[in-house]
């Protein structure tokens, strides 16, 4: 009977948090023409949300994607929409490629070519009032 009640205490306070968490949360649409040349993602617009503790997320062709680092353990990866530098960075890719011995694959693996995504995650805090 008592693991009967604590397991109601444990999802009342679950379904709270989830609720809480969702009724603090603004929303709004966003387009590769709001940000320019710092667009940071390969689809045009989406949805860029804050919610709960600062968890700034871009939904995009219904894919909740983590911006930023509270987000992450949540939300899907935001990698696979994330844009390469690359043809901005060109020079200093080949510098870095040849002072680390590595492949533009191996480089764009680990993810040192990427748009800034600073901008997105301001906007997105913004949102929550931060």
């Known amino acids: ?4 009640m604590r397991f109601k205490v444990v999802a ?5 948090f989830a609720f809480v968490s969702e009724a603090h949360a603004a ?3 966003i387009h590769e023409s709001d940000f320019g040349e710092e667009w940071p993602f390969t689809v045009p ?10 968890d700034v997320t871009f939904v995009s062709q219904g894919t909740e994607y983590a911006v ?11 990698d696979p929409i994330w844009k390469l530098d690359m043809p901005l960075n060109e020079e200093m890719a080949e510098a870095m490629v ?3 011995d590595m492949t533009i694959e191996e480089a764009r693996e680990e ?10 995650i301001d906007a997105g805090l913004a ?3 931060s």
């Open 127 to 129: 949102l929550c009032g």
């Open 12 to 16: 009342t306070c679950f379904l709270l």
């Open 111 to 120: 993810n040192q070519f990427k748009i800034n995504i600073g901008p997105i």
């Open 45 to 54: 617009d989406g949805v860029l949300r804050c919610s709960g503790a600062n």
């Open 1 to 4: 009977m008592k693991q009967i």
């Open 27 to 29: 929303s709004e649409k």
């Open 98 to 100: 040849e002072a680390f």
């Open 68 to 78: 930023n680092g509270s987000a992450q353990p949540m939300y899907e990866n935001i």
